[in-house]
């Protein structure tokens, strides 16, 4: 019986060395388990609000953000980062989508791990996978008070009441509504300035002016081609037709999923005419990455360019000013249609790993970059040398910092961290970056597009919880979407993209449209109720 004991306490011990080598690591703290305690001060003092400069700590971030302009976090804003907490980050960019589900399911997660997906913001709001930021906060920042909307916005990605991350790009509606002129960021067209003079300067305004433009550029200039669409942004036919691509509806103004609101239809169509125009090469719509379309702008090709309004105009210019002196863009003013709601949930989160290391330096050094003048710091770099404030609260950019973005060499220069690290609200984004970084030209459509635009705390949330049957349906629904693109854009005729666009109706209520309409619906309308807000 001894022998037999002895035995099965060698095989126990034997399968559980096995099972640690065969991870890789011990198993991460259960969902159960509290913080550990925070460190002891050793000098009696209070506990610092934010990491303690003097205590190198090095945290591994994994950003699930394919299309991030830098590789390392070795720039200006890391290193002064550094300088004030302390704390080194060592980033490890997404090769694909799928590369962090891989890490969560092997039990391979970093420290921290930065997504803007909603369906993973949603599966990292997980006590089996992230601690919550409302356990860490009460364990070492208990005097952080974080505004009770925003602790309820994001604990919607979870199911336990409790909120894992605190997502970047996040106001209310009230302050948006007090925050003046901000530079609002949406689907946008760029042209060459210098060539628009040559043609004229004709206004382009609506769908007809900007075709009968396409037309004059195409004839007068057969070499270039017209129009180049990013992949990322087709957002710019919204405003020919009066699109709302953040909050459609249907006939009876009700919140649905695009394919049920008719003015889809009408900008898909748009697109497609725009094509059998010959003003689009038909390979665009297989693109997939920004340096696909640029090469039109850099090598002087390009005449409009489709892009977010953040003043590509500027880097644009740098490019094609190489190949072709005295070449520019300019953003086209704001057209007829215009009509788009800006969701401001928030955008990309920050997950404290259960691998995480330090918890608490993490927790702490996510309050230090959400600080007023941390924002600044992890977005545009050095006050006194990357930016000064003015007397009424704006800023200006200094020398070094406002060539870097003439030059298209910000993001590789200063690597910001504005959604990296989750630091920058919707307000200080949009004001401090896109306004005060733009031409007189581009503000003046700023301003006018604050005028006009609708602001929404809810839109975002209504996207369905993974797990639900509402979720598959969007899901497939956006594959269907992704399939159907390219299809809808290069339809030889009217009559075949109308045959097109009815099939993918058909097959999306196949696949449950109704059924996704009808919870879309009824979520917006009791969270707009329970948030007291739209």
């Not at 092997?106 to 930021?133: C, E, H, I, R, Y």
């Not at 409302?134 to 070492?140: F, H, R, S, V």
């Not at 973005?405 to 220069?413: N, Y």
Request: aromatic share 10%; net charge negative.
């Amino acid at each position: 019986m001894n022998n037999f004991k002895k035995a099965s306490a060698l095989l126990l011990a034997l399968a559980m060395v096995l099972t640690v080598a065969a991870c890789g690591k011990p198993a991460a703290p259960s969902s159960a388990t509290p913080p550990p305690p925070a460190a002891p001060s050793t000098d009696g003092a209070p506990a610092s609000k934010y990491p303690d400069p003097s205590k190198p700590v090095t945290l591994d971030l994994f950003a699930d953000i394919t299309w991030l302009d830098f590789e390392e976090m070795d720039g200006i804003i890391p290193q002064e980062i550094t300088k004030q907490t302390g704390v080194t980050i060592k980033m490890t960019k997404a090769t694909d989508k799928e590369q962090v589900m891989l890490l969560m399911s092997s039990n391979d997660l970093p420290d921290l791990v930065v997504t803007g997906s909603s369906a993973k913001l949603t599966k990292f709001s997980d006590p089996a996978v992230s601690w919550a930021w409302n356990d860490l906060i009460a364990q070492y920042c208990p005097d952080w008070e974080v505004p009770a909307v925003e602790q309820k916005v994001n604990a919607m990605l979870g199911s336990d009441g409790k909120y894992y991350t605190l997502k970047q790009n996040f106001n209310t509606i009230e302050q948006l509504k007090a925050a003046g002129t901000i530079g609002l960021n949406y689907g946008q067209f760029y042209i060459r300035e210098d060539i628009s003079k040559e043609i004229g300067s004709p206004k382009l305004n609506n769908t007809e002016s900007i075709i009968a433009t396409l037309k004059k550029v195409q004839s007068t200039y057969p070499d270039m081609v017209p129009l180049v669409i990013n992949p990322r942004q087709y957002g710019a036919f919204h405003s020919l037709v009066g699109f709302d691509g953040s909050k459609p509806t249907d006939k009876d103004g009700n919140y649905v999923h695009a394919f049920s609101d008719p003015k889809h239809r009408e900008m898909m169509r748009t697109l497609n005419r725009f094509y059998r125009e010959g003003f689009m090469q038909k390979e665009n719509f297989t693109y997939t990455e920004d340096a696909q379309f640029e090469q039109y702008i850099a090598n002087g090709k390009a005449f409009m360019v489709t892009h977010y309004a953040g003043n590509d105009e500027q880097k644009y210019t740098t490019m094609v000013s190489k190949t072709v002196p005295g070449a520019s863009f300019v953003q086209v003013p704001v057209r007829d249609n215009f009509n788009e709601t800006f969701s401001v949930t928030g955008w990309a989160g920050v997950f404290i790993s259960k691998n995480c290391k330090d918890p608490e330096t993490a927790i702490k050094l996510m309050r230090w970059v959400r600080e007023p003048e941390n924002q600044r710091t992890c977005m545009l770099g050095i006050e006194g040398e990357d930016w000064s404030k003015n007397a009424d609260g704006t800023i200006t950019y200094l020398p070094r910092l406002a060539n870097s973005m003439k030059e298209g060499t910000r993001e590789k220069m200063y690597n910001p961290m504005t959604f990296v690290l989750g630091s920058a609200d919707y307000i200080t984004e949009n004001r401090d970056l896109f306004y005060a970084g733009a031409t007189p030209a581009t503000k003046l459509i700023f301003d006018e597009i604050y005028k006009r635009a609708s602001f929404s705390n809810v839109v975002d949330l209504c996207y369905p919880k993974t797990g639900t049957d509402e979720n598959v349906i969007y899901s497939k629904l956006s594959d269907l979407d992704t399939e159907y693109m390219s299809k809808l854009g290069i339809a030889a005729s009217e009559a075949e993209f109308d045959k097109l666009y009815d099939q993918m109706v058909v097959e999306a209520e196949k696949i449950g449209l109704s059924q996704l309409n009808k919870y879309l619906t009824d979520t917006y309308n009791k969270l707009s109720k329970d948030f007291g807000t739209n």
